[in-house]
């Protein structure tokens, strides 16, 4: 019998991708509840009653100050329940805005400290990026999301500050060692240290992203899908959701 998968997909202010992400969810077989941060902070939805935990794309409190600091100052108040979340081998997913948040929490890149040790800044070109991408899959990479997606895909980007830094040596040299950088880009559009577009952590459960698998979720939303090169070409944006239902 399959376990009835149940996911929380958490929103704030500037949040533009949540409903998206919340279909592609429902598509793969869980059950996708949308909470407000608030409600979360307050207590009135708790993130240990659910299986997979995203936080989705888009621009956070306007992206003031930083691109998701805002939130993730408000998502630390729950701090120690999505620490646990992550160490019980649970899906945890930061798209875009969300990654951001995962890198200014501490939970990437992995540490033992939950330090934060890189970030999300703007982009080389100093402007806005919203188009396709190509992207490498790390086959060796413990990640449960990239699995079984092709070696190369494409996904949606949209950011001013997409561009991964990660000044200490080491750390970069512990990610690349671990397999923890799941995705590259071919050809980067914004200047991320080793081409960086995703990350895990040792166990694979903890995953950042600058692309948007949710817009990616069904053939029809490549602008090539009409052409005759994308038939049977099947959503790598689902198939990443759809994983972290398989692995539960």
């Known amino acids: 019998m399959k376990k009835n998968i149940k996911a929380l997909v958490v929103r ?9 992400t919340v ?10 509840d949308l909470a407000h941060t608030n409600e979360i902070t307050l207590g009135k939805c708790k993130i240990l009653d659910y299986d997979i935990l995203v936080f989705p794309g888009g621009f956070s409190y306007g992206d003031d100050i930083a691109g998701g600091k805002i939130w993730s100052v408000h998502m630390a108040k729950v701090f120690e329940d999505i620490k ?11 798209i875009c805005n969300g990654f951001q948040v995962l890198t200014k929490l501490g939970f990437l890149p992995e540490r033992k400290d939950y330090k934060q040790t890189a970030s999300l800044t703007f982009n080389d070109s100093g402007v ?3 188009k396709w991408v190509k992207l490498k899959v790390n086959k060796n990479s413990p990640c449960i999301f990239t699995k079984n997606i092709g070696e190369i895909i494409e996904l ?5 500050e997409g561009k991964i830094i990660i000044e200490d040596k080491q750390i970069l040299e512990n990610i690349v060692k ?9 050809d980067n559009p914004n200047g991320s240290v080793l081409d960086i ?13 600058m692309p948007h698998p949710e817009r990616y979720a069904f053939e029809q939303q490549h602008p090539s899908w009409t052409r005759k090169e994308m038939e049977n070409v099947k959503a ?11 692995y539960l």
């Open 12 to 20: 704030t202010a500037g949040i533009n991708c949540d409903i998206e």
């Open 23 to 32: 279909h592609a969810l429902t598509a793969v077989g869980a059950a996708a």
């Open 128 to 130: 806005f990026i919203d």
């Open 156 to 160: 949606p980007i949209a950011h001013g």
């Open 236 to 246: 790598a944006g689902l198939q990443i959701f759809k994983n972290a239902v398989d």
């Open 178 to 186: 671990q397999n923890a950088i799941a995705l590259t880009y071919v």
């Open 197 to 209: 577009a995703g990350l895990c952590n040792a166990k694979g459960n903890c995953f950042g992203l």
């Open 84 to 94: 646990k979340f992550i160490n019980s081998g649970r899906p945890v997913m930061g």
